[in-house]
Structures are given as C-alpha cells and as structure tokens.
C-alpha cells in the first residue's frame, strides 16, 4: 500500500484533532436535548470550533494555499496554487439530535493551469470521529480506509444493490424532483438508505457498502471528498445529464460502470 503522504498526513492530523473536540461536543448533546433553548446554538458553535481547528492546522502546514469553507467561506491564497475544500461536521442534524453518524471532511483542488478557475480533486479524506474510520485518496494512487484498499461494489444488478440518497426537507430541496426518481429507483433495487451525511455516503459507497448514490442540492464541500474517493476506488460520479464536473454538488449520481449506466438510464427517464 502507498503511505500516507506527507500532504494527507497533515490532512489527517487536521481532522482527528478536530474530531476529538466533536466528540467531547457530541457526549454533550444528550444533556442539551433536556434544556429549554435547546443544542442548536451549542451545535453551531462545535461547528465553527471544529473548522477553526482545521484551519490552524492546514494554515500552519500550507500557509500559502487557499481554502473553501462551509462556514468561514473562501479565503484567497497565493496565485497558482491550490486550496482545501473544508466541512468541518457533515451530518449536523444526526450531530443535533445525538445520532452518531457525521463526518469531517477535507479535499485539496488544484488550480486549473491556465489560470481561468478550479480543476481536479488533487486529495480528499472523510473521516468519521465516532468509529474513527478515516478514508482516505490520492489522485492515481487509488483509495484507501486505513490501510485496506477501496474497490466499489462489483455487484451488477439493481435487483441485488443497495442504494444511498438524501431527500429534501423543509426549505431545501426539490420534493418533487426527487419523488419522481424514487418511484423509478425503488421498486428496481434491493433497497434504499438515508443517513444524513453525503460524504459518508460517498465513502461507503467506495468501500462497497453502498453500491450506488443519488442526491441534489449539495454544496462543494459536502462532495469533494467523496467524488475522489468514489472514482480512485473506480466508481463514475457524474451529474444527472452523465457530465462528470470536478466536484459533482448540484447534482450527484455515483456507483460502478454498470450500476451507474441502469441508475441513469432510470432517473433520466424519470425527470425527463
């Protein structure tokens, strides 16, 4: 196996001391359930400290590259080079009502060489503060947990394969949109899971635990990660129309070759 190198080595020390303190914040939520404000102001704040801690970290070890934040928003680096994309808690609602199911995640984007935007997924890694799993790849050196290798599912048919998603709630989300690709995909395979954290999905899907993903409306920082690891592990990520952007956000259909061209062929006919 390739070792971590020294780039995700810093990644990943990032995250785990972040994760440490989301973990001392999340053995609090039991006892905020019970207040009468309630843990959401106490949530946002285990946020803001876990993505400052992110940032000390990266900064210090990079301190010309730029980063993309889900809360502290873009901050420019040195022209040419490149920047973290940064979710310092997928899974905030699991986070808010003490489901143990929420990620960290880091990816690094480099510059496009002609200067004219953002291109590839240089690194990315998920990494889960409660069962201390830590996903982890690198662009041509394949994706990892730990130090076991990452392969998609091999299944083939729909019958046999489970799928991820995330549904729309209030004020977020398309419901009918997505009714209408439930109808499709549903009756067609073994079954279908919401756990509340796309990067997570993204990271069972490529350890083969989930054999297949949809979901819209997510933001850069929620899938750059996941995109990387889905596609060293040698799954396709593309957008609904079978584009396949740098970081699939607005629109995410994942799985592997097979999977991905029946999964298409059914949510194009069912939004068409």
Not at 6 to 28: H, P, Q
Not at 117 to 122: A, E, L, S, Y
């Amino acid at each position: 196996m390739p070792a971590l190198t020294g780039l995700l080595t810093i990644m990943e020390k990032a995250a785990r001391k972040a994760g440490g303190k989301l973990r001392r914040d999340f053995g609090e939520i039991e006892h905020l359930q019970v207040s009468q404000k309630g843990p959401a102001d106490f949530v946002s704040k285990a946020d803001e400290r876990a993505e400052d801690t992110i940032f000390c970290e990266l900064e210090i070890a990079r301190p010309d590259w730029g980063f993309l934040m889900e809360e502290g928003g873009e901050i420019a680096g040195a022209e040419g080079k490149p920047r973290f994309i940064v979710d310092p808690l997928d899974g905030t609602s699991n986070f808010l009502h003490g489901i143990p199911h929420f990620a960290i995640s880091i990816a690094v984007q480099d510059p496009k060489p002609d200067g004219s935007g953002w291109g590839d997924i240089f690194a990315g890694l998920v990494y889960n503060p409660i069962t201390d799993e830590s996903f982890w790849a690198e662009r041509g050196k394949g994706a990892w947990l730990g130090n076991r290798r990452l392969r998609v599912s091999a299944r083939r048919q729909l019958n046999e394969a489970l799928i991820a998603t995330g549904t729309p709630y209030k004020g977020h989300g398309d419901f009918d949109e997505w009714g209408k690709i439930f109808a499709a995909i549903g009756p067609s395979v073994a079954g279908i899971r919401r756990f509340g954290a796309a990067s997570l999905d993204l990271a069972w899907l490529a350890a083969g635990r989930y054999d297949g993903f949809w979901e819209s409306g997510l933001s850069p920082w929620d899938t750059a990660a996941g995109c990387l690891l889905v596609r060293e592990a040698g799954g396709f990520v593309t957008d609904y129309r079978g584009r396949s952007p740098h970081i699939a956000d607005a629109q995410v259909l994942a799985a592997n070759d097979i999977l991905h061209s029946k999964l298409h062929k059914l949510l194009v006919g069912a939004i068409k």
